[in-house]
């Protein structure tokens, strides 16, 4: 069974300072793709960056990245230079590559508050 | 926004009522899914159709009731619900149903069972 904990419920910090959420997980699986998706106040869940577990280089999006440690089972998010439309539920989402069963596991998220 | 709505928004029932959540994609896509969200828990995949056949049921009560009838619309329809059951109720896409590809969400609908 896959398994994905977030164990910071929320977070705030200052407007322009960087934050980093983390994520770990559990898989027996060699190969899959992890996400970050983020969820704003009454608004629609979006995808905020995807690492694919055989690439060593992290992924980036303009002021989001992420530290992704394979053999840790770790996949933190770092939000540089904050601002206030980062305010949001983040959710940490593993998903498994097997033919025919593929789909998501989500954590039960962080929520993030940028303070101005 | 995303290309996914879905209606409606908010929906109240008492326990023997029977109502119907709608879904649709304006994105091409081939998978459709539906997810219940409930407070601090981690979301929770229901069903998955691809190319309008189901092919995940995640050991859902038989008083929701999925239907695709075409790769754009997906309905979730309620009966006999249970206070437990109240929650956020999302509805998701992707070109197709394969881990590496993005889903694409609606912005939910807020189900509360009286």
């Known amino acids: 069974a896959q398994t994905v904990t977030q164990s910071q419920p929320e977070m705030s910090v200052q407007e322009a300072e960087t934050v980093t959420l983390s994520c770990t997980y559990d898989?027996?699986?060699?190969?899959?793709?992890l996400f970050w998706y983020k969820q704003p106040p009454s608004r629609q869940m979006i995808l905020v960056i995807r690492q694919e577990a055989y690439k060593q280089q992290n992924a980036t999006e303009n002021r989001f990245s992420v530290n992704f440690q394979k053999a840790a089972k770790s996949f933190s998010l770092k939000i540089s230079d904050s601002q206030l439309g980062d305010t949001a539920m983040y959710f940490c989402a593993l998903g498994r590559t097997n033919f025919g069963n593929e789909k998501l596991t989500f954590g039960t998220g962080t929520r993030l508050t940028i303070i101005p | 926004e995303t290309g996914v709505t879905q209606t409606p928004r908010h929906l109240v029932m008492g326990m023997t009522n029977k109502k119907s959540l709608k879904c649709e994609q304006h994105l091409g896509h081939n998978a459709m899914y539906w997810y219940k969200q409930s407070a601090k828990k981690p979301l929770e995949l229901m069903f998955v159709y691809n190319f309008k056949e189901q092919t995940e049921n995640n050991s859902v009560p038989s008083r929701f009731s999925p239907e695709c009838p075409n790769s754009s619309h997906l309905f979730l329809h309620l009966h006999t619900l249970q206070p437990e059951d109240s929650a956020l109720y999302l509805c998701a896409s992707s070109q197709d149903q394969g881990a590496g590809y993005e889903q694409y969400f609606g912005p939910g609908t807020r189900l509360t069972v009286t």
């Open positions: 898989t027996s699986e060699n190969n899959y793709y």
